[in-house]
Antibody, heavy 116, light 108 residues
């Protein structure tokens, strides 16, 4: 059974960079697509982007200028960096496995609040 | 940008059939998936590639996708099916992903 676990700071200051890591257990990241999806409080789901284990990436056009997603196959982890954050980036961030047209395994999510 | 539109809410009586729609330009040309999310929980995949049901998802969940509309149907709806349902589409040409705004299903 594949399991995903997000980790990282729960509080980030405005204009700084949000950094999260997703650790995958029960399977290797050396296949499939690995994604970040976020959900603002009380709102819907927003796709942030994905990384293929080879390092190929694709990002939501609305976030593309600020997002970097990378994979570390040696640690079986992938990471998200979102720069120049504002209060609008406050959300629960989920990591998930993509097939790639759908998401079959999700992490529990981690709340990141942007505030000074 | 590509948008998916869902009704904000829907209601159904226990034992009846619930249908939730998701509309987008030429959505039938893309793969549609559906997720169930209960309060405080991560989304769960209930339908993928338009009509397929993951293992462990009850047979009462089914899906279709044609033209501009994908539909999630829940037959014999139970109280445990009360949740927010999100549709999701994947554009194979751009490999971009988009989610609908979600439909809150109430089982009265």
């Amino acid at each position: 059974q594949v399991q995903l676990q997000e980790s990282g700071p729960g509080l980030v200051k405005p204009s700084e960079t949000l950094s999260l890591t997703c650790t995958v257990s029960g399977g290797s990241i050396s296949s499939y697509y690995w994604s970040w999806i976020r959900q603002s409080p009380g709102k819907g789901l927003q796709w942030v982007g994905y990384v293929y284990y080879s390092g190929r990436t694709n990002y939501n056009p609305s976030l593309k200028s600020r997002v970097t997603i990378s994979a570390d196959t040696s640690k079986n982890q992938f990471s998200l960096k979102l720069s120049s954050v504002t209060a609008a980036d406050t959300a629960v961030y989920y990591c998930a496995r993509a097939l790639p047209s759908f998401y079959d395994y999700w992490g529990q999510g981690t709340l990141v609040t942007v505030s000074s | 940008s590509y948008d998916l539109t869902q009704p904000p809410s829907a209601s159904v009586s226990p034992g009846q059939t619930a249908s939730i729609t998701c509309s987008g330009d030429k959505l039938g040309d893309k793969y549609a998936s559906w997720y169930q999310q209960k309060p405080g929980q991560s989304p769960i995949l209930v339908i993928y590639q338009d009509t397929k049901r993951p293992s462990g998802i009850p047979e009462r969940f089914s899906g279709s996708n044609s033209g501009n509309t994908a539909t999630l149907t829940i037959s014999g709806t139970q109280g445990m099916d009360e949740a927010v349902y999100y549709c999701q589409a994947w554009d194979s040409s751009t490999e971009n992903v988009v989610f609908g705004g979600g439909t809150k299903l109430t089982v009265l």
